[in-house]
């Protein structure tokens, strides 16, 4: 199923998105979400989309500090769920390891 926007609101997802790619996110249409290996960034359409620009690019900007996956959504999930989803899409990611 694929979400649709308003007209008017595409070319604002759309200068979100192309800020994104232009940052090393990369889109992962199975999942919906926008995914940067090299900062263990991954973050939502809905995020994306619900977010001003600003927001985003001062989100993602931010410096990862705790070297761990950061999950930029509108929803918290479980600890086993975001370590699930970490193990998933960031293969070199291992928690355990100091």
């Given at each position: 199923m694929s979400r649709r926007?308003?007209?008017e609101d595409?070319?604002?997802l759309q200068e979100k998105m192309s800020f994104l790619e232009e940052n090393g996110f990369n889109y992962n249409f199975d999942r919906d979400i926008f995914i940067n290996q090299n900062t263990l960034t991954v973050t939502s359409i809905e995020f994306v989309d619900d977010h001003s620009l600003d927001e985003i690019k001062k989100d993602i900007t931010s410096p990862n500090k705790k070297n761990k996956p950061r999950f930029l959504f509108n929803h918290r999930f479980s600890r086993n769920k975001r370590l699930a989803l970490a193990a998933e899409i960031f293969p070199k990611y291992h928690p355990n390891k100091p």
């Open positions: 926007f308003p007209i595409n070319n604002k």
